[in-house]
């Protein structure tokens, strides 16, 4: 009797869920109104889903609540989940499509307040030494809204789906063989784990450097073979950032079916030339030139025996297709926002171009354009100028005196001037850390004050002088040594050194600062070339 009690209760246990399975699947499929699955886990909408058909426009009554076919008044749509998103063709996200270089991307919907892209090809150079530093940003900021670009390196790579293309495997063996400047792209080649464990122990910096110079020329043949129909053909470095509407409305004026080469000057004993960091453009039809005219052979071999791949390319161009470069500065700019030197030659005018910039800084760069936008009343803001950097990035932080700091950092020598002692036998002024701006010392008999004649004593000396004459708006002591400049800007910290007399120490003219702005008045936007 036992027995058959306790066969009896399996059965019910076994056999209980199974009906109630079997009547779950009955109920799901029936055309009734049971549906005893859980909403967020049905495979069909639930009669609550159902929108009611749509209703003659003269028979709508507003004095009562709109009822839906089921009999329930609409519920509470702030407590309502949201029903899934379907993918159909209305809401399915646009994409740029997948190619052989780059994998298919989403399109942000920020990219409708650009400029239209498609007939710009981005070209960004690069190492292995910094990719995985680099260009994960990258591919999340600046470079997005691109329909298309390429990467060149020292070594093939994939990033997140992007591939990265050596420019130098097909350099002449000829070069390549014992030759110090590829000791790097050889180590890398054979590197067996990540780059970073593979080169700790040797100087990355100097080795990417001289290795930097060989890919200048042949990235711009390779880029043309690859992509020939583009209008512009945009260079820039890894740690460079583009604002997309102002490089847009330079180029605007300019045919590109005529020869074009844009840049930044910096100056050398072959002229001056574009430099790369940041960022040179060629137009389609100059590009067509170079391709047909140069032998990128030749210009391996003349690579070793000059400083850098930027300058070899300018001199490329001159040389091949005699094109002279046009400097379109300060509008394309080599500084970032923190080392930019703010004043009369960099204020009003537009900016398109930043360059050595961490990712931290393009990030930010990043966000404060899309607060712009977000701010623009048409989700198209004024044109960026120089001096909405400052406003964004200087005047927050400006003090009138920092310590273990250097405001001078890499500043136009022209615009930079020294109060020292050279008659002090106690220094070694042939290794002095700015060496270059001793030239542009200011002699005593030039002296228009007392202050300046004491000035390189100490930091309160310098800062007194620094008061006194008209054009200093910041100063910088360190070592029996007083900078001053006609500019201002933030500038970077330094190491905190024991001896007082070598600490770095930065101070700022703050009134005569804020005065020169008030002077400037409202700025007229003019592009390069315009």
């Known amino acids: 009797m036992l027995l058959r009690q306790v066969h009896f209760t399996a059965i019910i246990v076994v056999c209980i869920p199974i009906i109630f399975a079997v009547f779950v699947f009955v109920s799901y499929f029936h055309d009734g109104t049971l549906n005893v699955l859980p909403s967020h886990l049905s ?18 009554s507003t004095s009562a609540p709109q009822v839906a076919a089921t009999g329930k008044a609409p519920s509470n749509v ?26 298919a991307r989403p399109i942000d919907p920020s990219c409708a307040h650009l400029p239209d892209l498609s007939k710009i090809l981005l070209i960004i150079k690069t190492g292995a030494s910094e990719t995985f530093d680099r260009l994960p940003t990258q591919f999340m900021t600046m470079t997005r809204c691109l329909p298309d670009f390429l990467i060149f390196s020292d070594m093939e790579e994939s990033i997140m789906g992007y591939r990265v293309q050596d420019v130098l495997k097909d350099t002449l063996e000829e070069v390549k063989h014992d030759n110090g400047d590829f000791n790097l792209w050889r180590r890398q080649q054979s590197c067996l784990v990540d780059q970073k464990s593979c080169q700790k122990w040797s100087n990355v910096g100097g080795e990417a450097w001289n290795l930097d110079k060989y890919k200048n020329v042949r990235q711009s043949d390779l880029s043309y073979r690859m992509r020939p129909n583009y209008d512009w053909y945009i260079h820039i470095d890894a740690d460079t950032y583009i604002h997309w509407p102002n490089m847009v409305e330079m180029l605007k004026p300019f045919d590109a079916q005529k020869d074009h080469f844009f840049g930044s000057f910096e100056p050398s004993q072959y002229g001056d030339f574009n430099h790369g960091g940041s960022g ?41 297709i005699a094109l002279a470069n046009t400097n379109m500065f300060p509008t394309i700019n080599g500084r970032k926002p923190f080392t930019l030197p703010f004043g009369p030659r960099q204020w009003c005018q537009p900016i398109a171009t930043l360059h050595k910039l961490t990712s931290e800084e393009v990030a930010s760069i990043w966000e404060f354009e899309q607060e712009r936008i977000a701010n623009a009343t048409d989700g198209k803001p004024a044109p960026l100028l120089i001096k ?10 400006l003090v009138d005196k920092l310590e273990d700091w250097d405001n001078m950092y890499d500043d136009y020598l022209t615009n930079v001037w020294y109060y020292l002692d050279k008659d002090d036998k106690s220094k070694d002024w042939e290794h002095f850390p700015d060496q270059k701006y001793i030239w542009h010392q200011r002699k005593p008999e030039d002296f228009k004050h007392d202050e300046e004649k004491k000035a390189h004593t100490s930091f309160n000396a310098c800062k007194k002088a620094c008061d006194v004459v008209d054009e200093c708006l910041q100063f910088r002591w360190q070592d029996d040594a007083c900078a001053m400049s006609k500019n201002f800007r933030l500038g970077n910290p330094t190491e905190k050194r024991e001896n007082q007399k070598e600490r770095w120490m930065s101070g700022w003219a703050v009134k005569k600062i804020e005065k020169w702005i008030a002077d400037q008045g409202e700025c007229k936007v003019q592009f390069p070339g315009a």
């Open 280 to 320: 040179y453009i060629l137009s389609q039809s100059a590009m067509k030139k170079f391709q047909a005219n140069s032998s990128v052979e030749h210009f391996d071999h003349e690579a070793r025996n000059i400083c850098c791949g930027d300058m070899l390319m300018t001199i490329a161009v001159r040389e091949n």
């Open 388 to 397: 909405d950097l400052y406003y964004q990035y200087f005047a927050p932080r």
């Open 43 to 60: 495979l069909r909408p639930s009669h609550d889903d159902v929108k009611p058909p749509a209703q003659n426009a003269a028979s709508h």
């Open 78 to 103: 702030e407590n309502e989940e949201a029903p899934p998103v379907i993918n159909t063709p209305a809401t399915e996200q646009k994409v740029f499509p997948q190619n052989e270089w780059l994998p």
